[in-house]
């Protein structure tokens, strides 16, 4: 049975699993009454369309094999598609239109359910880091609410492409990187391994953790030298961990090199001519004011500005304007004003973030948690994720490429230095950093409820 974790919460002593699990449910709640108001084709991702996501899912589902081409979104990988394809064969049995098809539209929304699972279990991959990292606490407490209704994670919930299955297995690799840190074994390395070349199967984007695993790889194997304790078992790890991830990792590319001449870090280039192309040099889309960008909450039209399109994106997704399924009972203006609101609060909270990490990053400290190693891990994983997300927007200058999904799993380090951040200082610091994003998770709660 496992022990009772009791914090101090406005004077009152409750026990944290059991708070956590009360935020776990409104979480699902979100998600659920979201996941409704907003349908397959709402918000989407290039579901729809000619070999789109949708489209390649029918493939699987009705030939049984992959597509013969690496077209638009065909050249993903395939491991959210086979997945999904498993639901369309089962539901497109019962889930007809009245001339006996398949209902498409009704099949979609019900698939829905899938992502919603997905982003369910990251919620509670990210609980377990909390335990690992001993932050079942009350600025744990509070960490676990900002990262379970950040607006991101609950759009992500409903959408139906890869992100968010690779978003989960990405966590999963993070989690088993700081079990393995903390303890050397096989089944640990193994869960890295696995969870590492499974989200590359869900999108090759998914690599972006292996560099920082890396980086822990050799921390421990230079400990190790210096100790002369255990390298050949340490080797062997590697070695496994090697067998593991990179075939299965990297099949998928393999495949489409050798049918289609595809290259590693492929992505489908829209062309110039689409509406969506920004035709301004790298460093003014970084950092040049462009006045309709700032005159909105939402980004579906103006996207010039990087930094300003991924805020507002991390809030209310690409198509921001689009929220109001539930909205006829409010009117335009109360949901303008609640997006405003929830603007605010973020851009505070994005402040705190900032300064935490920096923090976290340069402040000594002599326990596991501290440890240098897992401090790069997750700080490393902030800055990874940001450079990443810069080259991806200089490579391919579209609007769209700005979107705040390609950054989600810094959301895993920006929730957690609100504990590991905010160590070494007194009560009323701590409660100072705390309301904000408290206020945030409401605000985020309440806007993805009321106007999906």
């Not at 996501?53 to 690496?70: E, R, S």
């Not at 300064?355 to 401090?375: E, Q």
């Not at 390609?406 to 100072?432: D, H, M, Q, R, W």
């Amino acid at each position: 049975m496992s022990q009772k974790r009791e914090i101090k919460l406005f004077g009152l002593r409750i026990d944290f699993r059991a708070a956590a699990m009360i935020i776990l449910v409104l979480a699902v709640l979100v998600r659920a009454v979201y996941g409704v108001g907003t349908g397959a084709y709402e918000r989407q991702h290039d579901w729809g369309g000619n070999n789109g996501h949708y489209q390649y899912v029918k493939i699987i589902a009705t030939t049984g094999a992959l597509p013969d081409n690496n077209d638009w979104q065909y050249y993903h990988p395939p491991l959210s598609h086979l997945v999904l394809a498993g639901g369309y064969a089962a539901l497109s049995q019962f889930v007809k239109t009245e001339s006996g098809e398949p209902d498409d539209a009704k099949i979609s929304d019900i698939l829905q359910v899938v992502p919603l699972v997905y982003s369910v279990l990251l919620l509670l991959v990210f609980l377990a880091v909390l335990r690992e990292l001993g932050a079942e606490n009350g600025m744990g407490l509070l960490a676990f609410a900002f990262f379970a209704l950040h607006p991101t994670n609950i759009i992500l919930s409903a959408s139906l492409n890869n992100d968010m299955l690779t978003y989960l297995l990405y966590g999963l690799a993070f989690l088993f990187t700081v079990r393995w840190y903390k303890n050397q074994t096989f089944a640990n390395i193994i869960g890295i391994g696995v969870s590492i070349a499974l989200s590359m199967l869900s999108k090759f984007s998914g690599v972006l953790i292996a560099p920082l695993v890396a980086v822990l790889f050799l921390a421990v194997l230079i400990k190790r030298i210096k100790a002369r304790d255990g390298v050949g078992r340490l080797i062997a790890q590697f070695a496994v961990f090697a067998a593991v991830c990179i075939p299965l990792g990297l099949s998928y590319t393999i495949r489409n090199y050798i049918l289609f001449g595809q290259p590693l870090g492929y992505v489908a280039y829209m062309g110039d001519n689409n509406w969506q192309y920004i035709d301004l040099p790298f460093i003014k889309r970084l950092f040049g004011y462009y006045a309709p960008d700032f005159a909105s909450p939402f980004s579906d039209a103006y996207r010039h500005n990087i930094l300003s399109t991924a805020f507002k994106t991390s809030l209310f997704g690409e198509w921001g304007g689009h929220f109001g399924n539930y909205s006829d009972r409010f009117g335009e203006g109360v949901k303008n004003a609640a997006a405003w609101a929830l603007t605010g609060a973020a851009a505070v909270v994005t402040a705190e973030v900032a300064f935490l990490t920096a923090r976290y990053a340069v402040r000594k400290r002599g326990d596991a948690a501290g440890d240098f190693a897992v401090k790069f891990l997750i700080v490393g994983n902030v800055v990874l994720n940001i450079g990443f997300f810069l080259y991806f927007n200089y490579k391919y200058p579209f609007g769209c490429t700005a979107d705040f999904r390609y950054l989600a799993p810094l959301l895993i380090s920006a929730a957690l230095v609100f504990v590991l951040g905010t160590e070494g200082l007194g009560k009323k610091a701590k409660i100072i950093f705390a309301a904000p994003a408290a206020v945030f998770a409401v605000l985020s709660a309440a806007f993805l409820t009321l106007f999906a």
